[in-house]
T-cell receptor, first 115, second 118 residues
Framework: ETGVTQTPRHLVMGMTNKKSLKCEQH?????MYWYKQSAKKPLELMFV???????ENNSVPSRFSPECPNSSHLFLHLHTLQPEDSALYLC??????????????FGSGTQLSVL | AQKITQTQPGMFVQEKEAVTLDCTYD???????LFWYKQPSSGEMIFLIY??????QNATEGRYSLNFQKARKSANLVISASQLGDSAMYFC???????????????FGKGTHLIIQP
């Protein structure tokens, strides 16, 4: 059983919908991440939070809005998405951002389809 | 330029054979970490092995070992005695430490799809 839980597992939405992805980690970690995984492309880092503060935003369009209310929960709010946003969205956590050996623990992802 | 390059999009290997998955990386930082993850069809990324840039010996974890050649900027994953359950996507990744001492998320390669045949 993974220590990082993502819901929902699958999501289909229209371009005018608003939805949210949820991630919860039970590992006592302080850093959380959102990654996007599209077919035939490397995982793309979207956002990084450390101790609830956003430390990284990799030029992600504003139609993606992250929220980190505490170190255990991370949300990705979606609105007016485009079909090219269809992908697997992976959440991950690590102890913090202090060193090179901080391995990431991943959830199973949310498979998003935008129609 | 890509920071992580995996040149093998797909590989077919006979069960019980050893397999080497290639990974080269690009960084000018002296301090970095290299990781391998496995992603089965379920989607979850599973950590396999870690190698630090200052580690003198190659990392090993059970059937997994990392062939670290620093001068070549190469970090190949070796799986010994492959099993059917090893069929999955395999990703090489790197974490760099910045001059201020902080780090960031992992940068991933495109992955290699490994299929183990009986």
């Amino acid at each position: 059983e993974t220590g990082v839980t993502q819901t929902p597992r699958h999501l289909v939405m229209g371009m005018t919908n608003k939805k949210s992805l949820k991630c919860e980690q039970h590992l006592g970690h302080n850093a959380m991440y959102w990654y996007k995984q599209s077919a035939k492309k490397p995982l793309e880092l979207m956002f990084v939070y450390n101790f609830k503060e956003q430390t990284e935003n990799n030029s992600v369009p504003s139609r993606f809005s992250p929220e980190c209310p505490n170190s255990s929960h991370l949300f990705l709010h979606l609105h007016t998405l485009q079909p090219e946003d269809s992908a697997l969205y992976l959440c991950a956590s690590s102890q913090d951002l202090s060193g090179t050996n901080e391995k990431l623990f991943f959830g199973s992802g949310t498979q998003l389809s935008v129609l | 330029a890509q920071k992580i390059t995996q040149t093998q999009p797909g590989m077919f290997v006979q069960e019980k054979e050893a397999v080497t998955l290639d990974c080269t990386y690009d960084t000018s930082d002296p301090s970095y970490g290299l990781f391998w993850y496995k992603q089965p069809s379920s989607g979850e990324m599973i950590f396999l092995i870690y190698q630090g840039s200052y580690d003198q010996q190659n990392a090993t974890e059970g059937r997994y070992s990392l062939n670290f050649q620093k001068a070549r900027k190469s970090a190949n994953l070796v799986i010994s005695a492959s099993q059917l359950g090893d069929s999955a996507m395999y990703f090489c990744a790197m974490r760099e430490v910045y001059s201020g001492g902080g780090a960031d998320g992992l940068t991933f390669g495109k992955g290699t799809h490994l299929i183990i045949q009986p």
